[in-house]
């Protein structure tokens, strides 16, 4: 453990720029996730290999996506966020292009891998470095740059929609797959980590953060990373089924072509969907992650949470019904996606900012955790219906929202309060390495000095009063010896 002071993000104008040349890169990479659903009923009606086989590609890429995150994350602090995004860049042109050529189900697979690598490459970098150049906002900063990956795509999903349409799947893999690769390249050349100090930030009591800085070893041994991540695959599990299976699932409702007018516009219940759904989702992040700074991550994690199980349980009720089907949708990926900002924020609160990167890297693994149950939902979907997901989705939303509010709180913020005020007991604890003081910021060094000289002055009275007690046994001896006869001195 060592002090949140080093290495944090500066302020000024230069840090904005940084966020803003993530949130691009983070556009790039979308279409990889959410841009996937458009591609799986044009795959199946050439190959014939089945929906659950296909949706298996969206699983790979998932879990290589989030579980390779730790690992990119040390290249990260290595050798700097340039490299790993330029790979990332490299990667995700590589995929498509796959794709593009894809024959069988191998190939298909193959390409998930190496998306996943370099999609995983581009999130993680991109996300760690915002909190590092953040730390006094980062509900807000994860969310901004959450929020390219989740409305990203909005920008692409009907050009991709209409190029599938006319020239088919693999010149749509082709093309946008040459092109995101190329954005990314040249984004790289730009991305910078923080180097010097933040002035310290007064501490809220709605918002407790952490003046040390654990490494990841120390996170991976606390209770509360894994209550976090328990609570992360809850959630996330219902929205990547959402996510990948939105297409399928309206073709089975029978609604996909039916028409819905939003604003004057009429189109495709199944367009309008998927791409209120991006814009929805891409303002929620940001949206949560500012809302969070000023209202604490847990008040809104039971809000967000208990809203998606609501909207899940509408959808399982009245999807069948165009309009409803658009709406609930649009609304459940508008909360879905604050967990892509409030995670990382409460793992920057609760663990430091210096090893940010790998820290929320490994928790950000909780996504591809939560993957292996996308092909599960299309098993049940067969036996039971899709009312059958969605209602385990609901309750795992519900119960999400409850343990975020009734247990997270309180266990982390003693987690917090516990390790500042006695660090000692964690280190000897968590710690593989001798323990060692931890030192205080600066807004709490006048304290430090008033506990200091109480302890001084009580250290002084304490050796008075044992001087006190020694000269007045030796008066009693004294006494009690001129008292005695001499033959029993």
Known sequence: ?????????????????????????????????????????????????????????????????????????????????????????????????????????????????????????????????????????RGLAAGATAAGFGAGAALTLLPIASMISSSGYRSAFFTFGIGQGLIVLFVALVIRPPQSNAPAKKKRLNLPQTAIDFTPPQVLRTPIFWLMYLVFVMVASGGLMAAAQIAPIAHD??????????????????????????????????????????IGREHVMFIAFGTGALMLLMLSAYGHIPIVFVLSTAIYFGVFGEIYSLFPATSGDTFGSKYATTNNGMLYTAKGTASLLVPLSSVISSKFGWQAVFVIAVALNATAALMALFVIKPLRRAFILGNETCPSPFADRFSTSPAKPSPISVADSRTAAQMLGQLRKDEEGAHLITGVKQVAHQERSDCMSAKLPPSNR
């Open 1 to 137: 453990m060592v002090s949140s002071m080093n290495e944090v993000s500066p302020s000024g104008s230069y840090r904005w720029f940084q966020l803003a040349m993530g949130i691009v890169s983070m556009a790039m990479i979308a279409n990889l996730q959410y841009g996937w659903t458009l591609f799986v009923d044009p795959i199946d009606a050439e190959y014939h290999w089945g929906r659950a086989a296909i949706q298996l590609a969206f699983t790979i890429f998932v879990i290589t996506e989030t579980w390779l995150v730790p690992v990119e994350a040390w290249f990260v602090d290595k050798y700097g966020p340039q490299i790993v995004i330029m790979l990332g860049g490299v990667m995700i042109s590589l995929a498509w292009i796959l794709n593009s050529y894809a024959s069988s189900l191998v190939m298909l697979y193959a390409a998930a891998i190496i998306a996943g690598i370099g999609a995983g490459a581009v999130y993680g970098t991109c996300v760690g470095n915002a909190l590092k150049w953040f730390p006094d906002c």
């Open 253 to 294: 409702f029978k609604i996909a072509n039916s028409s819905v007018t939003l604003a004057g516009f009429q189109m495709a219940a199944l367009t309008a969907a998927i791409s209120l759904d991006r814009i929805f989702d891409g303002f929620g992040r940001p949206f949560f992650g500012w809302i969070s700074d000023k």
